[in-house]
């Protein structure tokens, strides 16, 4: 008689399991609701830090031991962006809803690399929503990716590809001699850079080009570097505008780049990090005209959408070129008209991951249950929270803005003879207090205390509470004393 073999992880008590599984969910739902009550970050003491340095498990732990630690050690001493107090980077809150969709699509485990299955069809809904957002044509093809650092390696790769044609795939760049440039303004994303890098073309083959005192690219001086890297012998193939600049929030014009990109047959490409799904709401998507003659863009749901990290998308518009610069004759991969190999053409086909998480599950959930006007809502309060931060800016005589505010990004500063020094050790400060987390950013060769607004939790009284420390912090740095003593 054969010995049965029994390597299974499930558990020996479902039910054992499903009461514990309730606990962490009620722990995580608590996390949520009392936020406020929490810092928005704290530096972790040494002894937590050290209890991650435990050598490899070989037996089991039980799983509440675990899930106490968890609780203990990990969640305190997160980064802080669910936070309403979170006014640093751009990063989205996440959402309960969005919580429990990546519940679902964790239990559900699919590998939505390709195959005859229904997250497909979900993916392909967000696509189609996608479309429609933009208003990009049917045949456009979309794909979920980590994040805009990915989605723009990959707007690149498809505008060499469309410059080279697809022999490139295999006989690489230098093939025919051609040296491609593109052209992003100096205010662009580092990851622009990155992606020229990891193409192949190389760093210096991006052309930086500077930017007015808004924030946007400088037509002129586009129009003149293409003009002059024609004259050189080298092709100019691709534009990368930018919806929602890191520092400040600009946007570059757009209808005028799609212009120049038009005239001089290039690839536009817009990297619209966070700053492209501000389509959603009315009073902020005239701003974005143009987007919609793109010939691919780059955004995040999980920005301003507040879907759960992560959910970055790309959208291009010639989709048969998407397909034609990824797309693989693997035997492995081949398809059929029945059967799991089904369905096709897969997303595998239009990035390089085969292995790929259901991404699309938890945006679906957030477009669904809070809708695109409600979405707008919270992209539309962002902005006005940061004009009034703006407003009550300009009515303190200690502080000054140093960037206009384009959308919802507000840069400035506390008065000083020494005010690098000062903004800088506000912004320490700040963060270590755990009222309120804001970054720095160099505007104009100063030091800049910058504010950036996506939490859709962040409300008027967690503005206020950055200005009053600020202030506080800020006249203890140059007096000694708090700004409360101070008055």
């Not at 009392?34 to 039980?62: G, I, M």
């Amino acid at each position: 008689m054969k010995k049965r073999l029994n390597h299974t992880l499930d558990p020996s008590d479902w039910d054992a399991l499903r009461t514990q599984g309730h606990r962490m969910l009620d722990d995580i739902f608590d996390y949520m609701q009392y936020l406020r009550e929490r810092p928005v970050w704290q530096p972790a003491p040494q002894e937590v830090r050290d209890r991650f340095r435990e050598p490899l498990p070989a037996k089991p732990t039980d799983i509440d031991a675990i899930h106490q630690a968890f609780m203990q050690d990990v969640l305190p001493y997160s980064v802080g962006n669910a936070h309403p107090g979170f006014m640093g980077w751009v990063q989205g809150g996440g959402t309960p809803v969005g919580m429990l969709a990546e519940m679902l699509a964790a239990g559900l485990n699919a590998n939505v690399g390709g195959r005859d299955q229904i997250p497909l069809e979900v993916e392909r809904q967000v696509l189609r929503w996608v479309r429609e957002l933009f208003r990009f044509p049917e045949s456009a093809s979309g794909l979920f990716v980590t994040g805009t650092s990915m989605a723009n390696l990959i707007g690149v790769l498809v505008a060499r590809t469309s410059a080279l044609g697809t022999g490139v795939r295999k006989t690489g760049l230098l093939a025919d001699g051609t040296r491609l440039t593109a052209y992003a303004s100096a205010a662009a994303h580092s990851c622009v850079k990155q992606a020229m890098d990891l193409s192949g073309l190389g760093q210096d083959a991006l052309r930086s080009i500077p930017f007015n005192e808004h924030g946007e690219i400088d037509v002129a001086a586009l129009e003149s570097a293409i003009a002059a890297d024609r004259s050189k012998g080298f092709k100019p193939f691709l534009i990368v505008g930018t919806a929602g600049t890191v520092d400040c929030g600009a946007i570059d014009n757009l209808t005028i780049l799609a212009d120049v990109a038009q005239r001089e047959d290039l690839w536009f490409h817009i990297d619209g990090a966070y700053g492209a799904l501000a389509v959603m709401a009315p009073d902020v998507a005239p701003r974005l005209a143009g987007i919609e003659r793109a010939d691919s863009i780059a955004f995040d749901f999980h920005k301003w959408a507040q879907v759960q990290y992560d959910a970055g998308f790309i959208l291009v518009r010639d989709g048969q070129m998407h397909y034609d610069t990824f797309a693989s004759p693997a035997a492995y991969l081949q398809r059929e008209t029945r059967g799991l190999a089904a369905n096709s053409p897969w997303p595998c086909d239009f990035g390089p991951d085969l292995s790929r998480g259901f991404r699309a599950l938890k945006t679906w959930f957030a477009i669904k249950a809070y809708g695109v006007e409600r979405l707008g809502k919270v992209i539309s309060g962002n902005c006005a929270l940061a004009r009034y931060l703006g407003d009550r800016i300009t009515t303190e005589p200690m502080l000054e803005l140093l960037a206009p505010i384009s959308l919802n990004i507000v840069c400035f500063g506390f008065r000083s003879a020494d005010a690098d020094r000062v903004n800088n050790n506000i912004v320490i400060a700040l963060q270590e207090s755990g009222i309120a987390a804001p970054s720095t950013t160099v505007i104009n060769g100063r030091l800049a205390i910058r504010v950036a607004l996506f939490n859709h939790r962040t409300t008027v009284d967690d503005v206020d509470a950055l200005l009053r420390a600020t202030l506080d912090f800020g006249h203890a740095e140059t007096t000694g004393t708090s700004h409360k003593e101070h008055e």
